[in-house]
Structure formats: C-alpha cells, structure tokens
C-alpha cells in the first residue's frame, strides 16, 4: 500500500501544472473562478491551446492520434485543471461521440470526423433525452425511416446541452418500431443545418440559456451517417456510458469549491469574528471535508484499478451519487457564507453590464446552488444510479 | 384547545386563495418577474381592497388584524403562490416601524400603506452586517435643526419603488451596540440618496443605498433619539412570522405539484410514484412539512409572549431545514423539468430556500435558540 503517486506520476503532475501556468490565459480564470461563462469562443480557444500540446485528445488511443493516458493520468490532469480553474472541455465530440467512433464507426466516418473534433471544425451536441423519455432512455419515439439513401428523420430531443453552438448532432432514434425497445434503435450523425431541424432555448432555474430542445420535420439523413448497424445503436451508447468516466467523481471540482467557501468564510464576519471560526459553519465545512478527503481516496482506488486494466463497474455509479451529494452540498455552504448578498440576480452583473453588488465572489453562489441541482439529475439521475448498484451488487 | 382559524381569518384565507389561484397565475408572475419593476402595482391594488394590507395592522392602527396569526394566514396564502409584491417590506417592516413608533403626522402615511397608495422599504442592513440586527455603522449627526446622515445600505428590498425608506442610523454606542440607534423616516428622493438597483434571485427588486450628506429634519426622527434597536426587534420578530408562514407556504405547493408529477409522469411504464424508493421519500416531504406547520403555528402563537424570540428562533431553524429538503427533493423527483425557468416548481423553490437569506439562516436562528435557551 503506497497512498502517494509514483515518480513518474509525480513528475507528470509538474508537467502539467507547468503547463496550466503557462498555457491557461489568466483572463479565462478569472472567469471560471467567478462562476462566468466563457461563451462557444472561450471553449473554442481552450480547446485549441489543449490541442496544440497534443493534451486535447488525452483519452482518444494512440492510432488514433491521442495521447492515449491512462486512468491515473487523466485523473492528475482533470484534478490539477480543476486546481487551476480552466475551463471543463466541452466532452460531446471529444469523449462521448469520438470513442464510439473509434470502435464502431466506419473508416471513412473516422477519417472524416475525428480531425474535425480535434481542430474545432464540428461543435457536437448530445441527442439522446426526450420529453417522454429521460430516466427511461430506451423508450425514446424519434423516428427514422428510411427511405432510399437517406433517412427521414420526426421527432423531439431534449436538454441538448449547449445545443445552440453545434454544427451536428448525435442522435439516438428509432428505427424499428416493432422490435423490443432497446433493439429498434440505431445511432445517427446529424447535420445541424439540414432543413427542417429548429433549436429552442430552455432557460433554466438560474436565468441561464444552457439546453435546447432540438425539434425535427421530416429531416433528410444521408444513409452513409449511421454509426455501425442498423438497430444496433443502445448497444453504442451503453459503451460509451461504461467507457470514460475517471472524472465522474468531480473530486476537482469539489476540491476547487472547498477552497473557494473557505476564502470566502476567512473575508465573511459573523457575530463580528470570521465566518470560518463560527463553530455552526466550521462545523458543516469539516463535516464535508471529511467525507471528500475520503472520496477522493475511493476515486484514487477505483481509478487505479482502472489503469490496471479493470472495467469500471458500480464503481462508476457510487462515485457518481456521492461526488454529486458532496459538490451540492459545498454549493449549499457556499451560498450560506455569503449572507443577504445571495439575494442579487447576478446575471446583470455577469454579462457585465452593471457595477458587481456586494462582495465580488458573492454574485454566482445563489446561481450556481439552483444550476448545479442538475448534478444529481443528468447523466443518469442518483436514482437510476442507485437502482444499478442494487441490481448488480444485490445479485437479484 | 382550538387550533382552526377564526372565521374571520377562515374567509381572509379563502377569498385570498381564490383570488391568486385565478390571477396571479404561473405566467402572470413570470410575467411580472421579468419586468422593469419587479411587481405588478395592478395585483398590488387588487390585494389592498382585498383588505390584504388591513389585516396586517391592528384596529387602533387602522386596520384590522395584525396578530400572529393573521400574518401567518396571509403570508402561507402568499408564499403558496409565490407571490414577489413586496408585503413583508411596505407593510409589516416600514408600515410596522410607522405604527410603533410615529406620531400623528407621520401615521397618517400607514393609511397610505394600507390603501395601497404607497410603498415603503427598511434600509437597516449594511455591506457587512450579515445577519446582525445590531450592527449599524451609519451616523447621524445633528446639525442646527437638521440631520444629517452617512453611510451605506445593502440589499434594500423595495428600495425603487418606495416613497420613504425608514433609515437606521447611530447617534451613539460602537458598531455592535443596542443603544445609540435611531429611526429616520428619508423621502425616496432626498438629496445625497443613491440607488444602484437590481433583481433579485427569487423576484423581486432591491438596491444598495448610499447616504452622502443626506440632510432631514428633526421631524424625520420615528421615535426618540438611540433607542430604535427595540421597535426594529419586534418588527423584525412579525417579518420571521411572515417569512416562516411564507416558506411554509411554499412548500406546501412544491409538495403538491411533487405530487402531481410523480402521479402523472410515466417512466418503465408506470407512475414514477409508484416506485418505492419516491414514494417514501414524498412521505417524508408530508412528514416535515406537518412539522413546518406545527412551528409557523408556535411562532405566530407566542408573537406576544416572553417566549417570542426562543420561539421564533425555533421555527426558522426548522423551516430552515426542512425547506430546503423539501425544495431540493421536489426538484430532484421532478428531474429535469423542474430545472426549467417557466415550470412552476422553478419559482417556488427559489422563494423557498431564498428566504434562509433575510434576517437570518438554519445556523443563525440555531445559535440564537441555543443563547435564548441557556439564558
């Protein structure tokens, strides 16, 4: 039993921490720091600086041109991003589409679209959820049928998360109405600018235009941009949902929050003392350190497991219900230490159009409280977590 | 023992259920929240010939309730709609202070309030006071046969739409003392008065103020010189009533609308509901909220009791913790929708976990039963 990294390990973290002081533009953390969005420019930029060090591609296999890290160094590399608040990297073409590329496209799809991911040609966007469909993914109703070489394409998606950037899509839809749900449905690469799709905004609880829903009429897909077989598609996406998910745990990200809701305390007073002595506070933050300093631990466990060669199991899912229990509630301690001042509607204040009101670090709390409830609801809800831990632990 | 509402009370609750079921409905307040005001002066006039406002003052202030329990009936009503008009600052924080302390001129300005003819904001709270009911740090200072007073004020609810904010100020005592502050009662427009204004998270408008030289005459005192900290106390003890009985209030409506959904939304071909692991989760939402109702209850009850601050403490602990399960479980049943600006249950948990931020959250009010008890 060694807790602590390897040489290497160690010096690969310097790599990287060198490279963040180095590459990450200091305007673009002090955006993140401040809970601002960096806007399709932002991400775009990041991106480019990350591909240019080759690091973009860091999950992606060698033949395919990626760095090809394992679960060790990917999880040092999020870790010390999230340490050094750069931006999250936009994951749809990068670790959800590229990876079921690489193992169930064509050559010519791959060819085709992987460059395009890494250079920023294509901002791709998830088209998985539907209005009727969320925690029951498989009952999904986008039609496709097909019709010469083409598929036609009626139906809605939902919670398209950054939807109003992209140049494609990724759908699942079904194609076999007839067949058990999982077994009619295929997967679908989508031209965002074909005739007849239409992408609405949803404002969310915090004011922010963050998912869409993405209408289609009678939208014309060329044959060619099926991934893999016809009907086959549930089997692509539950590979990409077993593939890449080291960062699950958030473990940076709480980390990075920590930090924040304590600098916080030391500037806030209380009863005319600092906020952090205040036995109430200091003891909720305490509590919560504890269990991320134990998280982080089981994370580091399973994650070197992981680079050992073992498939991700439950693992995945406990990771899941616990980082996102903790980052909520650093979230909950981080709007409590700032007062009265959590009141404001910051959105004025973000877009720049105003003077801040009150201190500066107190303007995203209330926001990012209310948008980061979406944690423990996407990417399969805490429930259906749950749900698969029982089911495969439980042996029933 | 009796714990049914008066029938007064009984038709005070009714006629105002009525009432926002029918007007002020999800897109009506969506409506409201977006605009340049922040409230609506229409629903606001509606409400105070309602008798709305009246029955948050007694009979000698001219109007005709102003117990515990008319503020808890009003604000529940209020609260289960997600109702953003200012009550709680033109009525019972600045109405409030008028009638305890002003003398006949300026009384005449709570029959304003109660017609609904003018707004009112308290500018109490400072930059850095936190929660801090004591913590003033603006002057005044007597000049000739004016005042004149310096200082900034922070999260001014109402501030914009008020025609007189009620301005504590020292003139004596250190920055945490009881004694030494006043009450000034500042038209909206005095000279050396600033607002920066701003929406707010769960509705609504406040502003920061700043006070540069702003003269009022003597008259403009509410009450005698240094003693305010008193009157500000209670009034802020009737606006925990408020705050608690609207929290309440809305959780009661996100319980509801939880109910709803997990009745109507079908996944795996069922009502979500009808899988255990929501179901129990719901039932603890009704436990909890009968424990939220039992301590609205307690506070309105000993507003005029020696007991008041325990127990007011108390229950904005526990509305504390129990609305934020309640505003987080509703959302999490929900899933995404309840995300989403426009849905209903969107509002309603902001109000909910929003109201942790005036005067006081689950720790503050936790530490403060546990001083009231141990004295």
Redo the contacts between chains.
């Keep these: 039993m060694d807790l602590s990294y390897t040489k290497e390990e160690q010096a690969f973290r310097e790599e990287v921490r060198t490279f963040l002081e180095e590459k990450l533009p200091k305007s673009m953390s002090d955006k993140v720091r401040r809970g601002e969005h960096i806007g399709k420019e932002g991400h775009e930029l990041w991106h480019s600086i990350l591909n240019e060090q080759g690091w973009l591609s860091f999950n992606w296999p060698k033949e395919f041109g990626g760095a090809e890290w394992n679960a060790v160094q990917r999880h040092i590399f999020e870790d010390q991003c999230a340490a050094a608040y750069a931006p999250r990297i936009v994951p749809f073409g990068l670790s959800m589409l590229a990876p079921v590329l690489q193992k169930f496209g064509s050559k010519e799809q791959q060819d085709h679209y992987l460059p395009r991911i890494l250079d920023g040609t294509d901002w791709w966007c998830q088209g998985y959820?539907e209005p009727?469909?969320?925690?029951?993914l498989a009952?999904l109703k986008t039609r496709a049928v097909r019709e010469g070489d083409h598929y036609v394409v009626n139906g809605q998606k939902?919670?398209t998360t950054l939807g109003q950037y992209a140049d494609w899509i990724f759908c699942l839809v079904r194609t076999d109405p007839d067949a058990k749900q999982q077994e009619g449905i295929s997967f679908l690469l989508i031209d965002m600018n074909t005739p007849g799709i239409e992408v609405r905004p949803?404002?969310?609880?915090?004011?922010t235009p963050e998912v869409n829903e993405v209408f289609f009429d009678n939208v014309r897909v060329p044959v060619e941009n099926l991934v893999g077989e016809e009907n086959k598609g549930w089997t692509y996406a539950k590979y990409l949902l077993t593939h890449e998910r080291t960062g699950i745990a958030g473990v940076g990200f709480s980390r990075a929050g920590l930090d924040a809701v304590k600098r916080v305390a030391r500037q806030?007073?209380?009863?005319?003392r600092p906020l952090i002595e205040?036995p109430?506070?200091a003891a909720?933050l305490a509590q919560v350190e504890i269990d991320l300093m134990a998280m982080s631990t089981t994370n580091l466990r399973i994650i070197s497991q992981a680079a050992a060669g073992a498939a991700p199991g439950v693992e995945s899912s406990m990771l899941k219900v616990k980082g996102t229990i903790i980052r909520?509630e650093i979230n909950?301690l981080a709007?409590?230490a700032v007062?009265?001042?959590?009141?404001?509607?910051a959105s004025?204040?973000v877009e720049g159009d105003?003077?801040p009101?009150?201190p500066e670090y107190a303007g995203p709390v209330?926001?990012q409280?209310?948008n980061n409830?979406?944690l423990?609801?996407?990417g399969g809800?805490?429930?259906i977590q749950?749900?698969i831990i029982a089911k495969v632990k439980m042996g029933g | 023992m009796d714990f049914n509402l008066t029938e007064e009370r009984q038709m005070l609750q009714d006629t105002l259920r009525r009432y926002l079921s029918e007007r002020y409905t999800t897109t009506k307040r969506n409506a409201i929240i977006d605009s340049d005001a922040g409230h609506s002066d229409e629903i606001w006039g509606e409400l105070a010939e309602l008798g709305v406002i009246g029955a948050l003052f007694t009979e000698e202030q001219g109007g005709f309730g102003g117990a515990g329990f008319d503020i808890s009936t009003v604000f529940e009503e209020l609260g289960r709609a997600g109702v953003v008009e200012p009550f709680l600052d033109t009525a019972i924080l600045g109405g409030g202070l008028i009638a305890a302390l002003g003398d006949d001129a300026q009384h005449g300005l709570v029959e304003e309030v109660i017609g609904g003819g003018l707004h009112l904001a308290l500018a109490h709270g400072e930059p850095a006071s936190r929660y801090d009911l004591s913590r003033v740090e603006t002057t005044a200072k007597v000049d000739g046969g004016e005042i004149v007073i310096e200082g900034r004020k922070a999260v001014v609810i109402n501030a914009e739409a008020a025609g007189f904010l009620i301005v504590s100020a020292r003139e004596g005592g250190g920055p945490f003392s009881l004694d030494g502050i006043s009450l000034f009662l500042v038209p909206a427009d005095a000279d050396g008065l600033t607002m920066q204004g701003y929406p707010m998270m769960s509705g609504g408008r406040a502003a920061e103020v700043t006070l540069d030289n702003v003269r009022v005459p003597t008259s403009a005192r509410l009450g005698a010189e240094g003693v305010g900290f008193e009157a500000l106390a209670d009034v802020v003890a009737r606006a925990n009533v408020a705050l608690a009985a609207e929290a309440m209030g809305a959780m009661e409506s996100a319980t509801e609308l939880t109910r709803e959904y997990l009745m109507t939304r079908k996944q795996f071909g069922r009502p979500i509901g009808t899988f255990q692991a929501l179901a129990h989760r719901f039932s603890d939402l009704l436990i909890e909220l009968e424990q939220a109702r039992s301590a609205v209850t307690n506070a309105a009850g000993h507003l005029d009791s020696d007991d008041r601050d325990r127990q007011i403490a108390a229950a904005r602990n526990l509305i504390a913790r129990t609305g934020r399960l309640v505003a987080e479980e509703a959302i999490q049943m929900h899933g995404g929708i309840a995300m989403t600006q426009e849905y209903e249950l969107a509002h309603i948990a902001k109000r909910i976990v929003m109201t942790d931020h005036r005067f006081g959250d689950a720790d503050y009010h936790l530490e403060r039963f546990i001083g009231l008890s141990a004295a």
């Excluded at chain 1, 949803?202 to 004011?207: N, Q, S």
């Excluded at chain 1, 806030?268 to 005319?272: F, L, M, P, R, V």
């Design positions: 959820s009727g469909a969320g925690s029951d009952s939902t919670w949803i404002v969310l609880l915090d004011g806030e007073s209380a009863n005319g205040n109430h506070f909720r909520q909950d709007r409590r007062g009265p001042y959590a009141m404001p509607f004025e204040a105003n003077d009101v009150g209330a926001a409280y209310f409830r979406k423990s609801i996407f809800s805490n429930e749950r749900g």
